[in-house]
């Protein structure tokens, strides 16, 4: 019977040693690289730049729901054959290839097919940080490489903003913070195996700032000739070429947030310190104020949810229904039982 196309025979051990693999053999030994970090922020310039290297295969991005399933997926399996190790030997040898097919499968349109051998393969999908610890945990020693792209805030707000209406300014500038303390972490805990893009150093750096940030850092050999094909002036993912008019002014209320939220401002020496950003008092206020809401909210809808109205039980009080007479919990007054009877 003849075995279909996508398997691929590959011998491992001596003799006749034999193990089926849903797998193809180009994949392996090939190390994850991956673009992440803001959106709107030149993910799609870096991962433009980096498939002009012939060694370099970045495809498209990731939904997030699906990512979640096989993050979820994979967990669950690695714990299963931690757990059993006599079955766990197909599965170490074969885990890393298979989330590269994973990642494959998952993005937008058809792969592209390299011309070339690849020794670096992986995506860009803007905010796909949230899964570095993941991704450290499952690769070990030979783990991924990341650009991380970022912009300063008011023209990140402005791009994002100008892309889609409704997001607020206070929504972009949580996400916008989170993704500073997100790479600070990174940094920390990988080292020179996370390189900082940040679009504004682009304008000035020019063609060097794609070689540094996005090879040197990161340990990738790259000649001139690679360089050379690399437009440094051209604009990729643009809100004009997606068809939307630019904004270039913020509205007065938001800059007013803005100087109640001066740490935003000062994002581009945070990041490249390494370090999260520290919001002032007033904006520190604020966001207290929103979380404040939001419980208040959320405990308001938890108290109607509930079966039974809480009582001063912490007070060594007991719990009865909402809709109980008084003295229901102790049984009295209580529908078809009778005050005689509990004499």
């Known amino acids: ?45 870096v991962a433009n730049a980096l498939n002009r290297h012939p060694a370099i295969l970045v495809l498209g991005e990731i939904p997030r729901p699906a990512m979640d399933s096989a993050v979820r997926f994979l967990s669950e399996t690695g714990s299963f054959f931690a757990s059993e190790p006599q079955w766990s030997a197909s599965w170490e040898h074969s885990r890393r290839d298979l989330l590269f097919e994973i990642w494959a499968s998952m993005i937008k349109g058809k792969p592209r097919v390299p011309e070339t051998k690849i020794a670096w393969f992986g995506h860009k999908t803007p905010l796909h940080e949230r899964y570095w610890k993941f991704y450290r945990n499952f690769f070990g020693d030979v783990g991924p490489k990341y650009v991380f792209c970022m912009r300063n805030f008011v023209d990140h707000y402005l791009s994002m903003s100008s892309m889609n209406e409704g997001h607020a300014i206070d929504h972009i500038a949580r996400k916008y913070r989170t993704s500073v303390a997100r790479y600070a972490q990174m940094k920390a805990a990988l080292g020179e195996s996370v390189s900082l893009f940040i679009l504004d150093d682009l304008r000035e750096g020019g063609i060097d700032h794609v070689r540094v940030t996005l090879f040197e850092r990161l340990g990738i050999e790259v000649d001139d000739r690679t360089l050379s094909r690399i437009d440094v002036s051209r604009q990729a993912n643009s809100t004009e070429g997606a068809g939307r008019p630019r904004r270039k002014e913020l509205t007065a209320e938001e800059r007013a947030y803005l100087e109640e939220n001066q740490d935003l401002m000062e994002a581009l020496p945070a990041l490249r310190a390494a370090r999260p950003l520290e919001p002032c008092p007033a904006g520190r206020e604020r966001l207290l104020a929103t979380a ?52």
């Open 1 to 45: 019977m003849a075995l279909p196309s996508a398997i691929a025979d590959t011998t491992v051990g001596t003799g006749k040693e034999r193990m089926l693999m849903f797998i193809d053999p180009d994949l392996q030994g090939m190390r994850p690289l991956m673009v992440v970090g803001g959106p709107r922020c030149g993910t799609r310039f």
């Open 292 to 343: 404040r809401r939001r419980f208040m909210g959320m405990r308001t809808y938890l108290l109607r949810a509930m079966p039974f109205a809480p009582t001063p039980s912490a007070r060594g009080g007991a719990r009865r229904p909402r809709d109980a007479a008084p003295g229901a919990a102790a049984g009295l007054g209580h529908p078809g039982v009778r005050e005689s009877s509990l004499k």
